[in-house]
């Protein structure tokens, strides 16, 4: 699929990658964790689509207990931290997982999205569950996705001034070469919060 048919990809013109795996610089995960206190994390962080484990050694400087799957693990930096193979949407919350306090991850792109969010947010034993989503992942239409912020215990979104390559891992940018089209923002959800929805806005470097 060319640039020209895919809304997700900015002017590049190169295919999707299979499996939707498009790695997390590490500064858009240092925007997020500028906000989040991990102190107040009742327990273990789990990434569940860590993919090769980018966004899990930024969550290591700040949080010990990190916790990584994904449905395939066969990129993993195995010597990051505990791990294991596991299928986030159709997989259970087996006792391997037990004690989670927050769920982190830039989740699939397209339908997959929604479902990962739907599924970190149906375990109410988690306090914290922060998504890497475009921006206008709220504005859909329907009735099931809007609840995942009216009836749900949506608490900010930190939106990225700067827009994310996703192409960063495997090639230089081009002379010339225009911004990325999409704008991304982090969405987090907390139990405990008493305040009202909130926005930030984040810059790549902290200003």
């Given amino acids: 699929m060319s640039k020209s048919t895919d809304p997700a990809m900015y002017d590049s013109g190169f295919e999707r990658l299979e499996g939707e795996r498009y ?14 206190d991990v102190a107040d994390i009742p327990g273990v962080l789990w990434e569940p689509a860590a993919g090769r484990g980018d966004m899990v050694r930024v969550l290591q400087d700040y949080c010990a207990d990190v916790f990584a799957s994904d449905i395939d693990m ?7 931290c505990p791990h294991m193979e596991h299928d986030f949407i ?18 699939p792109f397209r339908d997959l999205a929604p479902k990962f969010l739907e ?13 890497l989503l475009p921006t206008e ?43 990325p089209r999409k704008v991304f923002s982090w969405f987090v959800w907390d139990r405990e919060w008493r305040g009202p929805c909130t926005i930030f806005w984040e810059r790549r470097e902290r200003c």
């Fill in 23 to 36: 790695f997390t610089d590490a500064w858009m995960t240092e925007v997020l964790m500028r906000h989040l």
């Fill in 74 to 80: 066969s990129e993993f930096d195995t010597a990051l």
């Fill in 90 to 107: 159709e997989g259970d919350f087996c006792p391997e997982l037990e004690g989670i306090g927050a769920i982190i991850t830039n989740p």
């Fill in 119 to 131: 599924k970190a947010l149906s375990y109410k034993s988690v306090r914290f569950v922060a998504m």
């Fill in 137 to 179: 992942f709220p504005s859909a239409k329907t009735t099931r996705r809007m609840e995942l912020f009216t009836k749900q215990p949506f608490a900010y979104e930190i939106k990225m001034v700067d827009r994310p390559r996703w192409d960063w891992w495997f090639r230089e940018p081009e002379k010339g070469e225009g911004t």
